[in-house]
């Protein structure tokens, strides 16, 4: 049973465009994220969202907008997508933000090219 | 701000070859420190969560330890198997962990 789960893997497409990542957990978590990759493997904390509640919107363009329709769903939309959005996307899922329950479990991810 | 800081950056060792990953860390408050595995292509994979200054945790070849600044992350009798990123995090009051760069570790057979 895969736990948290992104759609889709590999996304290409031209600037200009608006796309949509999918992320859906099984675990019962409370508290979902979404990251961003670069090339040199750094991981940053985009959005968090508890309890279908955004907690966490780090500096992030507002043409990154997540929603998140139930507790074990968390997807990404990007508008007018950019080159320098390239990159691999990562949902994760932790069972609270509390304390003991902050550890964080990792989708696949979803890399991004934008030509 | 919390910083995360791993080193070295990249390890190469001959397999068998015992070595240990650093991961020093400044947060306000450590709500949790955190170690992932990281293969090419795919997610963070969990390996550990450590609380307070003392606490060690092992899984086959890896322990990791924590001190008031510092993880690390021993590797005992390394196979090529183990090749990969090793993440650290680290949480504040926050909850939200902030992540260090990674050490990319190589096993030669």
């Known amino acids: 049973d895969t736990a948290v789960s992104q759609t889709p893997k590999y996304l290409v497409t031209q600037m200009g465009n608006d796309k949509s990542i999918k992320c859906e957990q099984n675990?019962?978590?409370?508290?979902m994220y979404w990251y961003k990759q670069d090339s040199k493997k750094f991981l940053k904390i985009m959005f968090s969202y508890n309890n279908k509640e955004l907690i966490i919107n780090e500096t992030v363009p507002n043409r990154f907008s997540p929603k998140s329709p139930d507790k074990a769903h968390l997807n990404l939309h990007i508008n007018s997508l950019e080159l320098g959005d390239s990159a691999v996307y990562f949902c994760?899922?932790?069972?609270?933000?509390?304390?003991?329950?902050?550890?964080?479990?990792f989708g696949p991810g979803t890399r991004l090219t934008v030509l | 701000e919390d910083q995360v800081t791993q080193s070295p950056e990249a390890l190469r060792l001959q397999e068998g070859e015992s070595s240990s990953l650093n991961c020093s860390y400044t947060v306000s408050g450590l709500r949790g420190l955190f170690w992932y595995r990281q293969d090419p292509g795919k997610g963070p994979e969990f390996l550990f969560t450590l609380y307070s200054a003392g606490e060690e945790k092992e899984k086959e070849r890896l322990k990791a330890t924590l001190t008031k600044k510092e993880s690390f992350l021993h590797i005992t009798a390394p196979k090529p198997e183990d090749s990969a990123t090793y993440l650290c995090?680290?949480?504040?009051?926050?909850?939200?962990?902030?992540f260090g760069r990674g050490t990319s570790l190589i096993v030669h057979p």
């Open positions: 675990l019962g978590h409370d508290t």
């Open positions: 994760a899922s932790s069972q609270d933000l509390g304390p003991g329950g902050n550890t964080q479990y």
């Open positions: 995090a680290a949480s504040g009051g926050s909850y939200i962990p902030t």
